[in-house]
């Protein structure tokens, strides 16, 4: 999958007068995998699938229309890192290998993403995740804001006033902050790193401490603040089950929270300037949707004309994509 990470002659978007820019970081993979397994039986002209292509186009454009970053990047996993495979052998081990219509439409994703005028990012052993946290944090450093649009739990832990996340499972791009944070999980954003360490993530193969789910960690959490105190004061928790429990996980513990703090040291370098969103290629865009068989796209591109507006708005504001008949 080929991606860019420098790019010359970007232009950003007004904002509001007052209001810090903002920047989007999409999880590439994430929307991929879900806009692939919402879509079914949609192919090109010549056969090829491109339902991957259909939906991820139509979510990321209407992310685009409702957050109207000034800046936005689509990260995209470059491997396991390899500290955390040291740490625990099994990392994401029985992640299932990537379906190959879906693997087979990536680099088209790929290429409407920087045709629509957004930069792309992948690197080898660098995990999405490290990448969208370090920019996040970047970005907030700068006085910008930062959305992250991706549903992995892991994100809730960099929730902060200047850095908010929207879950491509709910329907409208609603930011969520400290409040959704601990509405979902019972404690608040800096306390997620040790909620996960106690709970566990099946998704990537981390084993929690047993017989602690959700609402337990987040008990324990409220009551002593961090794993670090609970261990400390083990001796204060009850029941008897639950202290030999998290005695004989202390060392667990310890190397969850390391796989679950995301780094926010990766990125090569890479400048919040670099990812200023650029007007379309429309010339590349039209090509495309033609060959992709999107004939309303193709429409769109020629009512919309060679603007500095984003094409994939009307006058409302809202995302005007797609046809019955794509």
């Known amino acids: 999958m080929e991606t860019s990470e420098n790019r010359s002659e970007t232009r950003p978007l007004l904002t509001t007068a007052g209001e810090a820019p903002q920047l989007l970081l999409v999880d590439g993979h994430a929307y991929a995998y879900r806009a692939f397994h919402a879509i079914r039986s949609l192919t090109s002209p010549t056969g090829q699938p491109t339902n991957a292509i259909f939906g991820f186009v139509k979510t990321i454009s209407r992310l685009r229309a409702d957050l109207q970053p000034t800046y936005c990047a689509v990260v995209w996993d470059g ?8 740490l625990l052998p099994g990392y994401k081990a029985t992640r299932p290998p990537m379906p190959s219509a879906l693997a087979s439409q990536l680099d088209e994703i790929v290429a409407w993403v920087e045709a629509s005028g957004v930069v792309s990012l992948c690197r080898e052993g660098v995990e999405a995740d490290d990448w ?4 996040a944090i970047k970005a907030a450093e700068t006085g910008a804001k930062a959305v992250i649009a991706s549903s992995d739990k892991d994100f809730m832990q960099l929730v902060s006033p200047s ?3 929207v879950n491509p499972a709910e329907k409208h791009s609603r930011r969520w902050t400290a409040a959704e944070v601990q509405e979902k999980t019972g404690v608040l954003p800096e306390q997620v790193v040790d909620w996960l360490s106690m709970v566990g993530d099946s998704v990537d193969d981390i084993p929690g401490v047993p017989g602690v789910g959700s609402k337990t960690a987040a008990a324990l959490l409220r009551q002593f603040g961090s794993c670090e105190a609970v261990l400390a004061r083990v001796d204060k928790v009850q029941p008897e089950r639950l202290r030999a429990g998290l005695r004989a996980a202390a060392d667990a513990l310890h190397r969850n929270r390391q796989l679950i703090t995301l780094r926010t040291d990766v990125g090569g370098g890479i400048t919040l300037d670099a990812l200023l969103i650029r007007p379309p290629d429309t010339p590349r865009l039209r090509d495309l949707f033609t060959r992709w068989g999107f004939r309303s796209l193709v429409s769109e591109l020629d009512l919309a004309g060679a603007t500095q507006t ?15 008949t794509d």
């Open 79 to 86: 491997g396991l890192a390899a500290e955390r495979v040291a």
């Open 132 to 135: 969208i946290a370090t920019l």
């Open 310 to 324: 984003d094409f994939f708005e009307d006058r409302t504001g809202r995302t005007k994509l797609f046809s019955s």
């Open 163 to 165: 850095v908010g996340l």
